[in-house]
């Protein structure tokens, strides 16, 4: 039986402002992306997302980003080296203690928006990645775009590198993620995504939107939860994925 497992973003509310559903989002896949405080998330969502992990037996990850609240994570900056180190940690650290005060615990990491974008193919931001890691907990899973700049040097570094496709973003020919700017660039329709993520975890397949069938190999696939319908996304993508056979769970 095939195994995949199903990540997604979550404790991305910040003070008065709510955004998505993150107890049924946790309950809807096997991995929980927490963001960190940076580019979303405040201690109080934090916490509140590492309790309904824990009660639903989901695994905790880190989702560290560029310091930008306003900019939801998505811009990218331009951080000096020791600094992006420091503030990884920082955001690691950080949930690793709501996670324990919670009942469970930190089990891997997965940097967010421009930070994993960034790093994907720049080799000075993705070793400062590597260097906070390493810092912090060289046994630590690392969640990478496969083929990139980051997964090449987590593995000569001897981290953990853990291959992430999207159920709901197009890719373009080369296997990189169509940019968010561009029309289609996420995907809405239901049927789409989950015939999309049955042959991505059954057959290693991509079709691009060009129409090109790519090769991807994936450990891990990811719902984001600030897509539009995002818990029935996610709970429709686990039903197709257990009617054809994939069994759902943590590489964590």
């Given at each position: 039986?095939?195994t995949?497992?199903l990540?997604?973003?979550v404790?991305e509310?910040?003070?008065?402002w709510s955004?998505g559903?993150?107890?049924a989002m946790i ?8 963001a960190c405080?940076?580019h979303?998330?405040?201690a109080?969502?934090?916490y ?10 989901t695994?905790?990850?880190a ?7 306003s ?24 949930l ?9 615990e930190v089990r ?14 720049d ?6 990645v590597?260097d ?5 907990d ?5 969640v990478?775009?496969?083929g990139s ?10 981290l953990r590198t ?7 973003r197009a890719y ?6 169509v940019?968010r700017?561009?029309?289609g660039?996420v995907l ?11 042959r ?19 450990d ?5 939860g600030?897509?539009?319908?995002a818990?029935a ?7 197709a ?6 069994r759902?769970a943590?590489f964590?």
């Amino acid at each position: 039986m095939a195994t995949i497992d199903l990540n997604a973003d979550v404790g991305e509310s910040f003070g008065r402002w709510s955004l998505g559903d993150d107890a049924a989002m946790i309950g809807a896949v096997s991995s929980a992306n927490v963001a960190c405080g940076f580019h979303a998330g405040d201690a109080s969502t934090m916490y509140a997302a590492c309790l309904a992990a824990a009660q639903a037996g989901t695994a905790v990850g880190a989702h560290p980003g560029y310091r930008d609240l306003s900019g939801f994570g998505r811009r990218a900056l331009d951080v000096e080296p020791a600094e992006l180190t420091g503030e990884v940690i920082y955001q690691i650290g950080a949930l690793q203690s709501l996670a324990r005060a919670a009942g469970t615990e930190v089990r891997y990491v997965k940097p967010h928006g421009a930070l994993y974008n960034r790093i994907a193919a720049d080799p000075v931001q993705a070793q400062a990645v590597v260097d906070a890691l390493c810092a912090v907990d060289p046994n630590l899973p690392l969640v990478v775009l496969p083929g990139s700049v980051m997964e090449q040097l987590a593995a000569q570094s001897g981290l953990r590198t853990i291959a992430e496709a999207f159920a709901d973003r197009a890719y373009n020919p080369d296997g990189s993620l169509v940019s968010r700017s561009l029309p289609g660039a996420v995907l809405t329709d239901l049927a789409e995504i989950t015939d999309h993520v049955l042959r991505l975890a059954i057959d290693g397949k991509i079709q691009a939107l060009d129409g090109t069938v790519i090769d991807v190999a994936a450990d891990s696939i990811c719902v984001h939860g600030d897509t539009p319908g995002a818990v029935a996304m996610g709970q429709s993508v686990r039903s197709a994925l257990e009617a054809g056979g994939v069994r759902i769970a943590s590489f964590a």
